[in-house]
């Protein structure tokens, strides 16, 4: 599966990959004012390859945010979506050459496959260069807390165990994430017709992706950690389980949030729009 998604990617490259464009290597060139700086960074769910991505945003958060270590924690690449329905944009390849270029500068970067790039980690490292390829890590904040750093579908349950019952599974998430995308367009939110149509459909796609807090309780004393780190269902989250603290960074597709580590050791989630952030929780 990796070989063929590389040898696809391959012929992309020149034919569905489109060059920089001038404008995207001068913002690059040019380092904006009041860069946010951390400790640790945590980033998921892009789907590059997908025109759900929101590269824009992503690459402007990219821009003015330093780490000294970076976990991108699965769905970078969408390998499910290899073939027709493959898409690409000029931010998506900017998106990739910052990645490159946070590595040049010298930062850690450590990437947790996700299930929809578990089988795509040498098409990760074609793209990102020589980064680290982990299915989980455990991180130990300043404070000293052990953080679980993992995608996520391993909590997913009963359909975890069936793979044609996940496929299945997902692949209803995944209709039911795009009816969210277009109702949310298209849906006048000040109606209260639309409002209540859009929670509902908001609340299905939650049914879809979220796990129980059992199982991410289960995954940090299996690995002795004092919480979890984690993507897949594209919600952010920032709260304890009794003793277990659990986080999930969002996504790149909706949310457009992210994790960070500050130098004292506290977590925060922070929303970015293209320079005008949002703090989403409270530290911890």
Known sequence: MAARSIVAVDRWLDRK????????????ASSPRGIREYRTIWISDFHLGTA????????????????????????????WSMGPGWAWTPEQTAVVEEIWAWRQRGARIVFIPGNHDENDSELVRMMFGPIECRPYHVHRTA????????HGHQFDGALHGSRWLYALGSLGYSAALRINLWYNRDIDCRSSSGSLLRRGIKSAVHQFADFSDLRVCEGARTHRADGVICGHTHRPVHRSIGQILYVNDGDWVQSRSALVENGDGSLRLVHWHRRTPQALEGTN
């Open 52 to 79: 759900r991505c929101k590269a824009a945003d992503l690459l402007d958060f990219l821009r003015n945010h330093r780490a000294a270590t970076l976990f991108l924690v699965g769905d970078i690449i969408d390998g």
């Open 17 to 28: 990959w489109p060059e920089s464009s001038p404008r995207c290597v001068e913002d690059a």
């Open 143 to 150: 404070e000293g807390r052990r953080m679980l750093v993992i």
